[in-house]
């Protein structure tokens, strides 16, 4: 049985790999008159007819859609046809082996141990390694997913380098502008086609090229998701971005089923909601293809599109804010825009809700009002206030009851001077203190202090109001703190 190999990425490699084949099995050559193509229909007429025998025809890289449409299409016309030989594509386009009627094999990412046993027979010095070296090239290879080229090319520098395992991997943590400069690092593989080199991010471009020549709207999309986290992104979060097209249910339908049929996302589904997964290499590969300009206009829009989506904290939509919050969090990171530190405090808020009161005080402590010097602690802009008010929540239910009353005070007092004393933020600071003053023991200030916060409530929403009927019950306490029953019997 014979077995060929030819390129299927543009037609030139192809007539090549179909010249070789013609060739190696002494087909006759062409007559100078004869069409200088020619050769391809008798290559296809070889393998077709008797004289072929049995074969295997491998076409490797048939990611180009358009080269595969119909049976005119630049290289589909030549593909043997019949039942004599196997055809075998390889494809990171599923619309390719569906024209193509092939039987479809998915071809997943390896076994850890399997990866590691290739790794290990690229890496020169292998056996020499002491244990903390490959178990360091253990996480390299889990980081990339296991992923063959990846494999290949890490081992590849690493080889070429006289890098260990170890130190590669610490460069590869820095940050993942150092984790795209080690991936884009070009590399041989013996391997592969003659003289080619190649990095292991720089193999996705030529599939993003064709993405954006052939829809630009599921370039923009990739371009979208590159910049949320990369797992469980809501389909609402990409249909209502503020992106062009998306609100469209047609296009934006077209537009992911780009995506999906390249597989360079993935879909889920849960509670009959649609979610999507992008690959850390394919996401570190579009921040890498994408200019400083364009990423600074896309987080931007996507700092907008988290900001309309993400709701205040209520616990019957607990399961939406946390569908939105690890996408918040990637967002808001190293952000000095002011949508972003609206967005760190309403993550902080959820956090106290939720009672995750650690998360809580590392976003409020971010907050830009509350970074650097004493000075803008001590500030009385209402975003300071708002800031220290919320750190000291988060001392109060954390245990640190004198460093929460020293917050508590300072942001009541300024409230009452920047705000005045009615104001919804100066009133929420004093139900705060009179919650603390409760937990201290001191039950005559809370009582005073939640008595005042209630009334100046009612007075500004009515009784009926939520923000009324959630601190009811606090004056309540107060009183059945000092064991005056009758009086708290009253207010019930």
Avoid at 170 to 182: C, H, T, W
Avoid at 247 to 270: M, N, P, Q, W
Avoid at 291 to 320: D, H
Avoid at 455 to 463: I, N
Wanted: charged share 25%; proline share 3%; glycine share 6%.
């Amino acid at each position: 049985c014979d077995v060929f190999w030819v390129q299927g990425s543009v037609i030139l490699k192809f007539a090549e790999g179909f010249k070789a084949i013609a060739e190696h099995v002494r087909i006759p050559p062409m007559s100078a008159e004869k069409d200088a193509g020619g050769f391809l229909w008798c290559t296809r007429a070889w393998l077709e007819g008797p004289d072929g025998g049995d074969w295997i025809l491998a076409i490797d890289n048939a990611d180009n859609d358009a080269d595969f449409i119909g049976d005119t299409s630049p290289i589909a016309e030549f593909v043997p046809q019949g039942r004599k030989g196997t055809v075998v594509f390889t494809t990171r386009c599923r619309q390719v082996a569906i024209r193509q009627g092939c039987k479809i094999i998915k071809i997943c990412q390896m076994e850890p141990e399997e990866a590691l046993e290739l790794f290990s027979k690229r890496f020169e010095g292998w056996r020499s390694l002491k244990n903390e070296e490959k178990g360091a090239a253990a996480m390299i290879l889990n980081s990339v997913d296991h992923l063959l080229l990846a494999v290949v090319g890490s081992s590849a520098f690493m080889t070429e380098n006289g890098t260990s395992p170890s130190v590669y991997w610490s460069i590869f943590q820095e940050n993942d502008k150092r984790a795209r400069e080690l991936l884009l690092e070009r590399f041989c593989d013996i391997q592969r086609e003659v003289d080619m080199t190649e990095s292991i991010l720089g193999t996705y471009f030529i599939t993003f090229d064709r993405i954006v020549e052939q829809m630009p709207l599921a370039a923009n999309l990739l371009g979208l998701i590159a910049f949320f986290d990369r797992q469980n992104i809501p389909e609402e979060l990409l249909t209502r971005s503020g992106l062009e097209g998306m609100d469209d249910s047609l296009k934006f339908c077209r537009a992911i089923g780009e995506l999906l049929r390249f597989s360079l996302v993935t879909e889920g589904r849960y509670e009959g909601t649609a979610f999507y997964e992008l690959h850390r290499l394919v996401q570190l590969s579009i921040r890498a293809y994408l200019s400083i300009e364009q990423a600074k206009q896309g987080k931007a829009a996507r700092l907008r599109a988290i900001s309309m989506l993400l709701p205040v904290y209520e616990y019957k939509r607990r399961n939406i804010c946390a569908a939105y919050m690890s996408h918040a969090l990637v967002l808001t990171r190293d952000s000095m825009d002011t949508i972003a530190e609206a967005l760190v405090y309403r993550m902080g808020e959820h956090y106290i809700e939720m009672g995750s009161y650690d998360n809580a005080e590392i976003q409020v402590i971010n907050c830009r009002p509350l970074e650097g010097s004493k000075k803008s602690f001590e500030s009385d802009h209402p975003h300071t206030l708002r800031a220290v008010d919320s750190l000291a929540l988060v001392r109060r239910e954390q245990g640190r009851y004198k460093e929460s009353e020293a917050m508590n005070r300072r942001a009541l007092e300024g409230s009452e001077k920047a705000l005045g004393l009615d104001h919804p933020r100066t009133l929420g600071a004093v139900n705060n203190l009179s919650i603390l003053s409760l937990k201290q023991g001191k039950y005559i200030e809370s009582e005073i202090l939640s008595r005042r916060a209630l009334e100046g409530r009612e007075k500004a929403l009515g009784t009926i109001h939520h923000s009324v009927l959630s601190i009811i019950d606090n004056p309540t306490l107060a009183l059945e703190a000092r064991g005056k029953y009758a009086e708290a019997e009253t207010l019930l």
